[in-house]
RNA sequence: GGAGAGUUGGCAGAGCGGUCGAAUGCGGCAGUCUUGAAAACUGUUGACUGUCAUAGGUCCGGGGGUUCGAAUCCCUCACUCUCCGCCA
């Protein structure tokens, strides 16, 4: 969320951004700065009382003390008047606090200044295009077809044992998406990525953290037993491993990579494009994240978007990047590169990696900080990225490397899969 | 699942209802000494809020209560640990 005292500070420039997001209730902020300034005020007036009532409790004691009682009971008499303002003023603190929270956290992060005005996916940026589609063979099909043709994904045996979205992969399906885990995890940790295995389930504390709770709750998975919700990506554990830490400057910036199934209820969302691996509610995917300084957070995004770009080249995968619109990127992020694969069977572009730089925006709510070499902390921003997601990379592989002969394995997989073909 | 113990500053660990934001040790930082380092010695060292700067205020797991005054007493919730049982 974004620091109330920056919102008092730059009224202008907030609105600025939330017009280039499209954003429906601009009015939100100036009640926010309005509520912010009866919310301190009433903080100095009861700061004020609290200090008297503070002052007064010493003077009784030192009185008790010397045995001057008669003039101590005197003195708690004093207190009563006091001790009401107190109470009456917490009372009022303890119901403007929350209302002004809620309103915080309905504004949406602010986008960079690179970021294109824009209403939906339709005016998001193509940035860049790698290569062309792949010459399929006249008869192509699309993954679903193959995986059934090939059996190496059964969606069917999938549904018996929990239900849609919940694939079965067998045999050289089950060894290629291993493959593509290893090779993405050391490819992240070659890149300076430090692997770690979280934790898949995550208690709610951790929800509020990565900002999943309380808004998106429907879109997770809830033990409600024991309070504990399956996470939706590796974004959420990781992040939180750094809630309320305060690092050193030296150790910035921190990379972090984990592999982790992923876990979303997807409620609502129905129709042809969600066929075959194309939307699930349980997928595989390696996240890279970095917590890193201020001044450098738009570099890494770079290098960061270049890595996963890298990873698409090395599979040989026709793609593009996108750089979202303001209308079109996610709630907490302050600037997002999609990436999509070319789906030459389906003749649709699938997402398969997104990009982001929170800035503040996520740190803030973690109380993610950093202190510096003048000894003030401030907080870090956050960044991460999907590195890759792997059902739509599976699904544009099995489409892409299809051949008369079978499906080809892209070369650089070969050494995790141990065959180079499946047929 | 049963029984018990605990939760205090970066860590370890003390804390009588008032002089406690909190002893002490370790760690960190600065200095003395040294060619340099180590050791030793000296000093310093929490977060949040607030102010131009002071001042002031809040925080001893969370919430509530008793009291003029709570880290300390009471209630409640959460979590952690130990032992037993079960078990990958």
Redesign the pocket.
């Given at each position: 969320m974004l620091?109330?005292?920056y919102i008092r500070e730059n009224k202008e420039k907030v609105l600025e951004g939330l017009k280039v997001r499209n954003f429906k209730q601009p009015e939100l902020v100036n009640e926010i700065i309005a509520l912010?300034q009866v919310f301190?005020a009433t903080?100095?007036q009861?700061?004020?009382f609290?200090?008297?009532?503070?002052?007064?409790?010493?003077?009784?004691?030192?009185?008790?003390?010397t045995g001057k009682k008669e003039e101590?009971d005197l003195?708690?008499q004093k207190?009563?008047s006091?001790?009401e303002n107190?109470?009456k003023l917490?009372e009022e603190i303890?119901e403007i606090e929350p209302k002004l929270y809620n309103l915080v956290v309905q504004l949406p992060n602010l986008p960079y200044h690179l970021v294109k005005n824009g209403v939906g996916a339709e005016d998001n940026e193509v940035v860049y295009l790698h290569d062309k589609p792949a010459e399929l063979p006249k008869n192509a099909l699309p993954h679903w077809e193959l995986a059934a043709k090939y059996d190496i994904i059964d969606f069917e045996l999938g549904v018996k044992i929990t239900g849609a979205g919940f694939p079965v992969y067998k045999g050289k399906g089950a060894k290629l998406q291993r493959a593509l885990i290893n090779f993405f995890l050391d490819s992240a940790t070659e890149e300076g990525y430090k692997e770690m295995q979280v934790p898949h389930l995550v208690?709610e504390a951790s929800g509020f953290g990565t900002g999943q709770l309380p808004d998106k709750e429907g879109q997770m998975y809830h033990a409600t037993v024991?309070?504990l919700y399956l996470i939706p990506t590796a974004e959420v554990p990781v992040t939180n491993l750094y809630r309320d830490v305060?690092l050193k400057e030296e150790d910035l910036p921190i990379k972090n990579t984990a592999y982790t199934p992923c876990f979303r209820r997807e409620a609502g969302s129905y129709g042809a494009h969600v066929r075959g691996l194309n939307r699930l509610h349980q997928f595989d995917k390696v996240e890279v994240v970095q917590v890193c300084h201020p001044e450098k957070s738009y570099e890494t995004l770079e290098q960061m978007n270049n890595y996963v770009q890298s990873l698409l080249q090395k599979l040989g995968l026709h793609y593009r990047v996108l750089r979202l619109c303001g209308g079109d990127m996610g709630f907490t992020s302050a600037m997002t590169y999609d990436m999509e694969v070319w789906s030459a069977a389906q003749e649709r572009w699938l997402e398969v990696s997104s990009v982001s730089n929170f800035e503040t925006y996520q740190s803030n709510r973690l109380?993610l900080?950093f202190?510096g070499a003048t000894?003030?902390?401030?907080l870090a921003h956050t960044l991460n990225g999907s590195a890759l997601a792997l059902p739509r990379i599976l699904a544009s592989i099995l489409e892409n490397y299809q051949t008369e002969n079978g499906i080809l394995i892209p070369e650089v997989l070969q050494k995790y899969t141990g065959f180079d073909r499946i047929d």
């Open positions: 620091q109330v005292n912010d301190r903080q100095t009861l700061n004020d609290e200090s008297e009532a503070n002052t007064l409790a010493k003077q009784i004691g030192d009185l008790m003390r101590a003195l708690k207190t009563t006091c001790k107190i109470k917490t303890s208690n024991d309070n305060i109380k900080r202190k000894g003030k902390t401030q």
